[in-house]
């Protein structure tokens, strides 16, 4: 089955030799602070596309299977399927579904004819509940999940008619952000989140749809919750301290983190917000030798050197936000290192998140101010522009990023990047945080 990331990027295994010396990599790093102008002529807003299109129109017929999805388990030979039968209701008078009416199958086999094999799994719907005034309720179709395990890499998993569209063949891993939030009746929230996806959670011992991990293509991913309790006495940050502690570097030489609004962020938009979150768990990650950082959240593009509390570290990791695959709340396109566009700090505060850390820089340039007056040294790349990346992973130490501006044909490369991992400089002595298993 072939990997590929969609959502926020992607990847393939590649053993090919490097030979490409225009391509910048990390180890000519720390780079130049660099801001492309924004384009005004592009339109910068994202807009929903009405619920009559065609490309968002139901397309099946009574309890025919629909929006089918992959989803990776924790490991290479094993995957989660989804998908939804019967029809979603809205409206003030909504009967849920029983989801024991149709059974959560998957047939499947290394060719076409015959389906060998068969899995099941389980069913449910969940129903959205709002006494507000002008809001109406809602109940999904019946959502099936079922995990699929035993399979080679070397194989081609068929499934049948389900095969249609791309998530159906390209594993999704999904993590929450203040959307999914959802607050309804009851005071229950993230549960279309929890609802409608498969996670590993079982798998990688986190037994929670907020925080999970899974490996695939030599890399440990970390998949961390931003909207649930990160603080070093909570059960996140437990379970993060051991499944760093048991991650085989010999089999999975990558380390890569996850989560949604992201640390190192030089735009006014969401500026500093996550720092809490960062002042948590910054330290653990970093001592772990986590390689690469994935954010949203940030409606634009930015790429920074490696860095650790704010400092230039050749161990620390490089932080990538790609929160543009667009959004109707528009671009960020204004820095806070701009006249006029720093924010006043306790304008930062994001209620969803917990906590308020966000304080002047305590060191460097910019020491006792909240914001810098250039662009930071820590940005390396910054984009006003929706797009969308892929990460490449060569070798043990060697992988190629590469973004790509939405607006452009597919062979311009918007800003592309090796990251070198230098495990002998990095991992010789790992020294973990005081508060390491303290009390786990
Ligand atoms: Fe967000």
Not at 75 to 81: A, E, L, R, T
Not at 348 to 369: Q, Y
Request: with cysteine.
């Amino acid at each position: 089955m072939t990997f590929r990331w969609f959502l926020v990027f992607s990847f393939s295994i590649a053993v090919a030799a490097i030979d490409d010396d225009l391509i910048p990599s990390t180890l000519d790093g720390p780079f130049e602070p660099v801001t492309v102008p924004y384009d005004v002529s592009l339109r910068g807003n994202a807009v929903d596309l009405p619920d009559t299109d065609p490309r968002v129109r139901r397309c099946v017929e009574g309890f025919e299977p629909e929006q089918i999805s992959v989803s990776l388990s924790v490991n290479y030979d094993s995957v989660w399927i989804s998908w939804i039968t019967g029809e979603f209701q809205i409206g003030n008078n909504i009967k849920p579904l029983n989801p024991n009416t149709v059974a959560s199958v998957v047939r499947y086999g290394r060719s076409r004819v015959p389906l060998t094999d068969e899995a099941s799994g389980y069913s449910l719907v969940y129903n959205q509940l709002y006494p507000f005034e002008g809001l109406q309720n809602y109940t999904s179709g019946i959502i099936h999940h079922v995990r699929l395990t035993g399979l080679r890499h070397s194989g081609y998993l068929t499934l049948t008619q389900f095969m249609q569209s791309l998530i159906s063949r390209t594993p999704i891993m999904v993590i929450e952000g203040n959307h999914e939030i959802e607050e309804q009746a009851g005071k229950q929230s993230f549960v279309a989140y929890r609802s409608r996806f498969a996670f590993p959670s079982e798998e990688s011992k986190s037994s929670s749809p907020f925080y999970y991990s899974f490996n695939a293509g030599g890399i440990h991913f970390i998949m961390l919750g931003a909207y649930v309790d990160y603080s070093k006495s909570a059960k996140q940050y437990k379970w993060l301290e051991r499944d760093l502690a048991n991650v085989d570097r010999s089999m999975t030489p990558w380390l890569v983190a996850a989560w949604h609004p992201p640390w190192y962020n030089t735009y006014t938009a969401h500026y500093k917000e996550a720092e809490c979150m960062r002042l948590e768990m910054e330290e653990l990650l970093y001592s772990y030798g986590v390689d690469i950082v994935f954010n949203g959240h940030v409606h634009a593009y930015e790429r920074s050197n490696r860095v650790y509390n704010y400092t230039l570290d050749p161990c620390g990791p490089v932080h990538i936000t790609v929160g543009d695959g667009g959004n109707r709340e528009k671009m960020a396109i204004e820095h806070a290192d701009e006249a006029a566009n720093c924010p006043e700090p306790s304008s930062t505060h994001d209620e969803d998140m917990g906590g308020f850390c966000a304080t002047n820089f305590t060191s460097g340039p910019a020491a006792g101010k909240f914001c810098w007056d250039q662009q930071p040294d820590y940005s390396a790349f910054r984009e006003s522009s929706f797009g969308h990346g892929i990460l490449e992973v060569k070798n043990e130490t060697w992988a190629l990023w590469t973004w790509y501006r939405n607006q452009d044909s597919s062979g311009k490369v918007g800003d592309q990047v090796y990251i070198v991992r230098q495990p002998e400089l990095c991992l010789g002595s790992i020294k973990l945080p005081k508060s390491s298993f303290a009390d786990s």
